[in-house]
């Protein structure tokens, strides 16, 4: 289940992105976090597993047409288990009418799930 960020959730979501590797450094997760919070267009969202676990972070970009999948970090426990598929089709299902792209770094990803999904 995707959970639109709160500041409730900062310390988590911190934790999250720190697992990607151009966030290693707290001012650069600090940074990144304020980078959404300063457009409505911008969001992040957690997600929560069957076990109700916080093991996923997704970072999105509403347009027109599009929904540009910015980033996406995931728990070590998390990686492997559909997880990031789970993640985008709830994405999509928040916006139906528009599709998916992703940036240099999410575009495999973003490929995957519509071979999975015959987008």
């Known amino acids: 289940m995707l959970l639109k960020y709160r500041n409730d959730y900062e310390k988590v979501a911190m934790g ?3 697992l990607i590797p151009d966030f290693k450094d707290i ?3 600090n940074h990144q976090l304020e980078w959404y919070q300063q457009s409505d267009k911008r ?3 957690l997600y929560k597993n069957e076990f ?3 093991v996923g972070l997704v970072g999105s970009e509403n347009m027109e047409q599009y929904v540009l ?3 996406i970090a995931l728990t ?3 990686r492997g288990q559909q997880t990031s598929s789970k993640i985008l089709t709830e994405l ?3 916006y139906p009418k528009k599709r998916l792209i992703g940036t240099l ?3 495999a990803i973003v490929e995957k799930w519509e071979r999975e999904h015959g987008e």
Do not use: C
């Open 43 to 45: 969001e992040l969202f």
């Open 69 to 71: 999948l910015r980033l």
């Open 92 to 94: 999509m299902n928040i």
């Open 52 to 54: 109700d676990n916080i």
């Open 76 to 78: 070590p426990q998390a």
């Open 105 to 107: 770094e999410t575009t």
């Open 27 to 29: 001012h650069q997760v």
């Open 16 to 18: 999250l992105l720190s």
